[in-house]
């Protein structure tokens, strides 16, 4: 690896986001994962759904093994041209596993209390209707 690294926009590593061209970007370096695909522990979906972005955070949250970092070396093409990824707003929220899936079940709660007494009422009005008109 004498050369200078390849540096990549994010819009180029964006482009290999399909099951046989798979590239993800980790701590400002690249990797194209694509031959690792059917090897990855946590399966491949999960590599698929982490390009296009930066995906540091998923890598640092699942928490990977030594060997697994060292084992990424060898699927590494070069650079991120960090101006091209999206800043993020650091906040970090207190570690809770499940943090956004408690806020959309919440959501969804609320939703339902409103749609079911909707739905509910609109059947009986149909009912109504429909026995009248009998």
């Not at 999960?46 to 890598?59: E, Q, R, W």
């Not at 899936?101 to 749609?115: P, V, Y």
Request: glycine share 8%.
């Amino acid at each position: 690896m004498g050369d200078e690294a390849k540096i990549f926009t994010l819009s180029e590593v964006s482009e290999h986001n399909q099951a046989h061209d798979c590239w993800i970007v980790i701590n400002g370096k690249v990797y194209n994962v694509t031959k690792f695909l059917e090897d990855h522990p946590g399966g491949d979906d999960v590599l698929l759904s982490s390009t296009g972005k930066d995906a540091t955070d998923d890598f640092e949250d699942v928490g990977h093994s030594e060997s697994a970092r060292e084992m990424m070396e060898q699927y590494y093409v070069g650079e991120i041209d960090p101006t091209t990824i999206p800043k993020k707003v650091k906040y970090t929220p207190p570690k809770q596993p499940h943090y956004n899936q408690d806020k959309t079940s919440e959501f969804i709660i609320k939703i339902l209390q409103f749609l079911v007494p909707l739905a509910i009422l609109g059947l009986a009005v149909g009912i109504r209707i429909y026995t009248k008109s009998g």
